[in-house]
């Protein structure tokens, strides 16, 4: 797909682009520089004058270039693109980008992790937020959704103790961007609400290859309405056309230190090369009428939908197919809130749903500090703005005429209000007779049901990392009592699982803990009204929740290492990278040395990466052509053998000639010649059908045995 010429938030950003190119340099007063080296002195040799403006703004300015870092999804990286609606969704909405066929909806989207600060690691096991900002004709709509389709809590109220658990604890500011410490599980273990979500995020769903190969849902339930104003109920979801893969953990601890921007990074280069990213918008409908036919309530943001009981309706899809200009005035400045709908969209009482919706306004006052951050280009929309909201700090907009107040006459009645015909936004208009009450309703107690359907939904080697996850994270912690408590949660949620960690922690299961496991609801008067159910097995297995349910027989975009010194197979390794290319995979040559490396041809190759530089977590498969003077040079590297050791252990395809077979021989490679996704002397289709597998799982148990 082409850059869209049209874009019109493309053209809006443009008004405030800077290009340096063939300009002189100037004071933010538009005076000419001559030199910013040196400050005026008095001599030579000092004292500096105060008189110095030039210097003051420059220091000045410098002095105050960072604000604080968003409170949480502070680390995160965008990209600007389209949506295009394949059909009218006009029997559920109103909303122009649902029913519209020949719009192309400018949008931004930003990917984030939560915990960590804005210099973190990409890798991190975390929840990745997925919000996505759409400048339509009738204002900004944005879907401030994460890569899970359901949260840790079920009301705002919890939503500061969530985060001061998980972030670094306060007194030694240790450890960042990980939720594996005492806090985090002393306050989880105390609130069952959370044990859905986190059961996610003890899965492989944390540990993203790639954000562009990840879903995003926007959790809550939401509202579509029609231009009838009748309501449907609503869940939104992402769905990657790359499927959904992940990385093994000991990859994600690798890459912390061998690339700690590889998730931003990949974004990046990936649609710099044209390869854009692309989700399809899906849609779960609920009618009105069918609100309490379920096992849970729809308002409650710690529960799924499974796709088995309301299936999922792509409706569109989402092209990102442009970088930002500048990360700051973009992918750091960019306002995300939930509460941003357009006429057609509304919200649901979802209590989570409803406390976002103070805070995100919130929140942009003190991040970018002042009430007129929607001024700021990327937050404007495309549509013109015009109401008596006036003044403040950095105010852009020059307001004329003498009234700034409705009604008016002064002014002629303008800004006039718009009719519902003419696009007005109306509130949907719910009947709601109830007592003001500060309480939970019953309809959230059950907290094992759903973290039980995603486990069992899981392939076997799925499992085994959701063991390994909770047994490393638990086993981080120094409270017995804590990782005891979240054993007894565990085995609500089954059985085995509970046992494995236990036996991994070496610890026992308890068979009760203290009352009331619950202490996350408010003390209502006997403390047991919500006392979470015991698990309901309403759904064996739903095969959405496992991560191959999107099938791909893409490679597109895959990393490809191949292993070369001097003298490597020219003839071979040119037909394996042509083949590799025409499906859009990236081949770097990794050698001992930089610079180039000289084949049996002769010819001189460029080297992408010399291996000191680089690691095997870098790349999706490694080929090694043949070449005895290469393959004797790469016999000496001890750093060729650990790339071909670690490859094998998490699970990866590698392609090996004839020749090169010593080498592999010289590795735990010697072990694995009958494996699925090691094609010795095998022809390219073979090696990118093994890529495409994205790891051959089954190698797994085996491949631990590995110490690389
Ligand atoms: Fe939030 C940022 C997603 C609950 C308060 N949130 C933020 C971002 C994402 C989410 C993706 C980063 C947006 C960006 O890239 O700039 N948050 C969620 C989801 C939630 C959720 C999916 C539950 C379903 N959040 C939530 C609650 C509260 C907040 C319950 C407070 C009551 N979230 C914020 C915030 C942030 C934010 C403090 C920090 C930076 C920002 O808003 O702009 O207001």
């Given at each position: 797909m082409k850059k869209d010429k049209d874009n019109a938030k493309d053209k809006d950003l443009k008004k405030n682009l800077s290009e340096a190119?063939?300009?002189?340099?100037?004071?933010?007063?538009?005076?000419?520089?001559?030199?910013?080296?040196?400050?005026?002195?008095?001599?030579?040799?000092?004292?500096?004058?105060?008189?110095?403006?030039?210097?003051?703004?420059?220091?000045?300015?410098?002095?105050?270039?960072?604000?604080?870092?968003?409170?949480?999804?502070?680390?995160?990286?965008a990209a600007h693109g389209i949506f295009e609606l394949y059909e009218s969704q006009e029997k559920y909405t109103k909303a122009g980008i649902f029913t519209d066929t020949s719009r192309k909806t400018p949008v931004f989207a930003r990917f984030s992790t939560v915990a960590g600060s804005k210099g973190s690691a990409d890798l991190a096991r975390d929840v990745r937020g997925f919000a996505v900002k759409f400048y339509t004709e009738e204002g900004v709509f944005d879907l401030v959704g994460n890569n899970m389709p359901i949260f840790f809590i079920q009301d705002a109220m919890k939503f500061p103790d969530l985060i001061?658990?998980?972030?670094?604890?306060?007194?030694?500011?240790?450890p960042q961007a990980a939720s594996a410490h005492d806090t985090f599980y002393d306050f989880i273990s105390r609130t069952p609400e959370t044990m859905h979500n986190h059961i996610w995020v003890m899965s492989d769903r944390a540990i993203p290859r790639s954000l562009r190969m990840m879903e995003g849902f926007g959790i809550h339930t939401f509202r579509l309405i029609n231009k009838e104003g009748k309501s449907h109920f609503v869940k939104f979801h992402w769905k990657p056309l790359l499927g959904v893969k992940s990385v093994t953990w000991d990859e994600a601890v690798k890459l912390h230190?061998?690339?700690?921007?590889?998730?931003?990074?990949?974004?990046?280069?990936?649609?710099?090369?044209?390869?854009?990213?692309?989700?399809?918008?899906?849609?779960?409908?609920?009618?009105?009428?069918?609100?309490?036919?379920?096992?849970?309530?729809?308002?409650?943001?710690?529960?799924?939908?499974?796709?088995?009981?309301?299936?999922?309706?792509?409706?569109?899809?989402?092209?990102?197919?442009?970088?930002?200009?500048?990360?700051?005035a973009e992918t750091?400045?960019?306002?995300?809130?939930?509460?941003?709908?357009?006429?057609?969209?509304?919200?649901?009482?979802?209590?989570?749903?409803?406390?976002?919706?103070?805070?995100?306004?919130?929140?942009?006052l003190s991040r970018l500090g002042s009430p007129n951050f929607h001024e700021i280009p990327i937050n404007r929309p495309i549509n013109p703005v015009h109401n008596n909201q006036r003044d403040g700090h950095m105010r852009m907009t020059i307001n004329k005429g003498n009234t700034a107040y409705?009604?008016?006459?002064?002014?002629?009645?303008?800004?006039?209000?718009?009719?519902?015909?003419?696009?007005?936004?109306?509130?949907?208009?719910?009947?709601?007779?109830?007592?003001?009450?500060?309480?939970?309703?019953?309809?959230?107690?059950?907290?094992?049901?759903?973290?039980?359907?995603?486990?069992?939904?899981?392939?076997?080697?799925?499992?085994?990392?959701?063991?390994?996850?909770?047994?490393?994270?638990?086993?981080?912690?120094?409270?017995?009592?804590?990782?005891?408590?979240?054993?007894?949660?565990?085995?609500?949620?089954?059985?085995?699982?509970?046992?494995?960690?236990?036996?991994?922690?070496g610890l026992k299961i308890p068979s009760k803990i203290e009352k009331p496991v619950n202490q996350a609801i408010g003390a209502d008067d006997d403390g047991t009204k919500n006392e979470p159910k015991e698990r309901k097995d309403y759904l064996d297995k739903s095969e959405a929740l496992s991560q191959t349910h999107i099938k791909t027989d893409s490679?597109?975009?895959?990393?490809?290492?191949?292993?070369?010194?001097?003298?490597?197979?020219?003839?071979?390794?040119?037909?394996?990278?042509?083949e590799l290319e025409k499906k859009n995979a990236i081949v770097n040559l990794v050698a001992p040395h930089g610079g180039t490396v000289q084949a049996s041809d002769d010819k001189k190759h460029k080297v992408d990466a010399a291996i000191m530089t680089t690691e095997s977590v870098a790349f999706d498969a490694i080929y090694i052509p043949g070449g005895a003077k290469s393959v004797k040079a790469l016999k000496k590297e001890a750093k060729a053998k650990k790339f071909i050791n670690e490859a094998l252990k998490h699970c990866k395809?590698?392609?090996?000639?004839?020749?090169?077979?010593?080498?592999?021989?010289?590795?735990?490679?010697?072990?694995?010649?009958?494996?699925?996704?090691?094609?010795?002397?095998?022809?390219?289709?073979?090696f990118i059908k093994a890529i495409a597998m994205h790891r051959n799982w089954k190698r797994e148990d085996q491949a631990k045995m590995i110490p690389a």
């Open positions: 190119e063939g300009q002189t340099m100037t004071t933010n007063q538009g005076l000419k520089v001559n030199d910013t080296n040196n400050s005026l002195k008095a001599g030579e040799r000092g004292a500096t004058l105060l008189e110095d403006f030039i210097l003051r703004e420059k220091i000045t300015h410098f002095d105050h270039e960072r604000i604080p870092e968003r409170i949480v999804h502070a680390r995160g990286s001061h658990a998980v972030k670094p604890e306060p007194h030694r500011e240790i230190g061998a690339d700690s921007d590889f998730h931003r990074r990949d974004l990046w280069d990936a649609i710099d090369s044209g390869q854009f990213p692309e989700w399809e918008l899906g849609l779960q409908i609920v009618p009105e009428e069918d609100e309490h036919k379920f096992e849970f309530d729809l308002l409650d943001p710690t529960k799924l939908i499974p796709e088995e009981l309301v299936p999922v309706q792509r409706i569109g899809k989402m092209t990102l197919n442009r970088n930002p200009d500048n990360f700051f750091e400045q960019v306002a995300f809130h939930s509460g941003h709908i357009v006429p057609g969209i509304d919200f649901s009482n979802d209590p989570l749903l409803q406390g976002r919706l103070f805070s995100y306004t919130d929140t942009q409705f009604p008016n006459s002064m002014g002629g009645g303008c800004p006039h209000l718009a009719k519902m015909a003419d696009g007005g936004f109306t509130s949907y208009e719910e009947r709601i007779d109830a007592n003001k009450v500060r309480a939970r309703s019953e309809s959230f107690n059950d907290h094992f049901s759903q973290p039980g359907i995603f486990y069992r939904s899981l392939e076997d080697w799925g499992k085994n990392h959701v063991a390994d996850a909770y047994s490393f994270e638990l086993g981080k912690c120094t409270q017995d009592h804590i990782k005891e408590r979240m054993l007894w949660l565990i085995e609500k949620i089954d059985k085995d699982l509970a046992k494995k960690v236990a036996d991994n922690l490679i597109a975009t895959r990393k490809i290492a191949f292993l070369v010194s001097d003298g490597f197979n020219a003839e071979k390794a040119t037909a394996m990278k042509e395809a590698i392609a090996v000639d004839t020749e090169a077979e010593e080498l592999f021989d010289e590795t735990y490679g010697k072990d694995f010649k009958d494996d699925e996704a090691v094609c010795i002397n095998k022809k390219p289709a073979d």
